[in-house]
């Protein structure tokens, strides 16, 4: 019980109290004023199973001090309340389930000896990007407020945090640039870090302001390119040779939410606004020489007709000539790699293993051919049709060979010169 003030005598006074909850597994309580011998006097009571809010008012009379007791009404007010959330949804390119791509096309890029080392980053080509608008799920002439996110597409984390695998040579970065989203006021790397992170905007679109996002606006805002100035960082992780194809490959997506009051869209609000990719080859040569770059010259000498007569074979009591070829591509210890030497007859080949060094006058038969065999490969001939010579891993070294001419035809052959000419490629695989 808790005493108050006195009451003057001649008046009538309502005394309401408020009833609240406390926290306490009792429940809920309410006050109730009563006028007993001229004191006005505050109780406590107990309530069970009473809706959340009420008033109850007691009216007492009071006359020339003397208390008589008056009718009580009592009454009991229900009052619900309700929270006012903020209402949220999605948001697309040019449709509510539309999304736009932008890709760096890195077509034709040469990756010089320089660049190609561990460690090395270099930046890829602009973005090539369109225009749209947005269509946000909300209701036509709804002001609402645009948040965005930007979150990374692939989940192989790279040599360090913000970097992804790209492949086995090359690790990327996604660079946003300031200001190139509404509300991204810093350079951001979208990392997994990040990708929860939203970008809020503090404008306000509607309608009403000739700037509607919302479907069925008739006056639109727009049209936006956001997120076209964001860069590609590649890095070399492994030093590659040859040409290196890059399907295209979403790298991140920038997500879009509206929301018409203070709070925040739920992750689940956001909708893929713009795929950001890249595709493309690149190229690393490797500079090999082959014999200092010098031709491989295989002189037979002179031979005597009469004894070069056997048909597919050389001249009887002939040597072969032995020759080496000596390549250096430079240090490739550290390139994935392998390096194979192909040689391809450009005079003309007989069942593949003999080049063709001359033919006849009279009917342009092939009668002399050369073949060719790798002393230390165990084969016994190379084919001139992409006949392949192993390349030490060390990316220099020499192939020892050997060389000797063959009659094709049987019989006393006519006399002259024969040449036969090969080429020598490197190949990358």
């Given at each position: 019980m808790i005493r108050g003030n006195k009451v003057s005598s001649m008046r009538a006074a309502y005394y309401i109290s408020l009833g609240y909850r406390v926290n306490h597994k009792a429940g809920l309580y309410a006050g109730e004023i009563r006028q007993i011998n001229n004191v006005s006097l505050l109780s406590v009571h107990r309530i069970q199973n009473l809706q959340p809010l009420y008033y109850?008012?007691?009216?007492?009379?009071?006359?020339?001090?003397?208390?008589?007791?008056?009718?009580?009404?009592?009454?009991?007010?229900?009052?619900?309340?309700?929270?006012?959330?903020?209402?949220?949804?999605?948001?697309?390119?040019?449709?509510?389930?539309?999304?736009?791509?932008?890709?760096?096309?890195?077509?034709?890029?040469?990756?010089?000896?320089?660049?190609?080392?561990?460690?090395?980053?270099?930046t890829s080509a602009t973005l090539s990007s369109t225009n749209w608008q947005y269509a946000c799920s909300c209701s036509a002439g709804k002001a609402v407020k645009l948040v965005y996110m930007v979150s990374p597409v692939l989940t192989t984390t790279g040599h360090q945090t913000g970097y992804y695998k790209l492949n086995d040579s090359l690790d990327i970065k996604t660079t946003l640039q300031a200001n190139d989203i509404p509300g991204l006021t810093t350079d951001q790397v979208v990392s997994v870090n990040t990708r929860f992170t939203q970008i809020k905007n503090n404008t306000?679109?509607?309608?009403?302001?000739?700037?509607?996002?919302?479907?069925?606006?008739?006056?639109?805002?727009?049209?936006?390119?956001?997120?076209?100035?964001?860069?590609f960082t590649l890095y070399v992780t492994k030093p590659f040779l040859g040409s290196m194809t890059i399907p295209k490959t979403?790298?991140?997506?920038?997500?879009?939410?509206?929301?018409?009051?203070?709070?925040?869209?739920?992750?689940?609000?956001?909708?893929?606004?713009?795929?950001?990719?890249?595709?493309?080859?690149?190229?690393?040569?490797?500079?090999?020489?082959?014999?200092?770059?010098?031709?491989?010259k295989v002189n037979f000498g002179f031979i005597n007709g009469q004894k070069f007569t056997t048909r597919n074979a050389m001249p009887d009591g002939f040597t072969p000539v032995d020759f080496d070829i000596t390549y250096d591509c430079g240090d490739t210890s550290k390139i994935k790699n392998s390096l194979q030497m192909r040689i391809d007859g450009t005079t003309g080949v007989v069942d593949q293993y003999n080049l063709v060094a001359r033919r006849r006058s009279s009917d342009n038969v092939p009668d002399v051919g050369i073949r060719i065999e790798n002393l230390g490969g165990g084969v016994a001939n190379i084919p001139f049709q992409n006949g392949i010579l192993p390349v030490d891993p060390s990316g220099h070294g020499t192939v020892n060979m050997r060389a000797w001419p063959v009659n094709l035809v049987g019989g006393e052959l006519e006399t002259g010169k024969f040449q036969g000419t090969a080429t020598i490629t490197v190949i990358v695989r």
């Open positions: 109850k008012a007691q009216r007492s009379a009071i006359k020339d001090k003397k208390m008589k007791r008056a009718p009580l009404i009592t009454g009991l007010l229900l009052i619900s309340t309700s929270c006012a959330y903020a209402s949220s949804g999605g948001c697309g390119a040019d449709s509510t389930s539309g999304a736009t791509n932008y890709s760096s096309v890195v077509d034709d890029v040469t990756v010089n000896q320089t660049d190609n080392v561990t460690g090395r980053e270099f306000v679109y509607s309608a009403a302001t000739q700037t509607g996002v919302c479907q069925g606006d008739t006056s639109r805002y727009g049209p936006v390119n956001i997120g076209a100035n964001t860069t979403d790298i991140a997506v920038i997500k879009g939410a509206w929301v018409d009051g203070m709070g925040s869209p739920s992750t689940g609000d956001f909708h893929d606004l713009v795929k950001l990719s890249i595709q493309g080859n690149l190229t690393a040569p490797q500079s090999c020489k082959i014999n200092q770059g010098d031709v491989i």
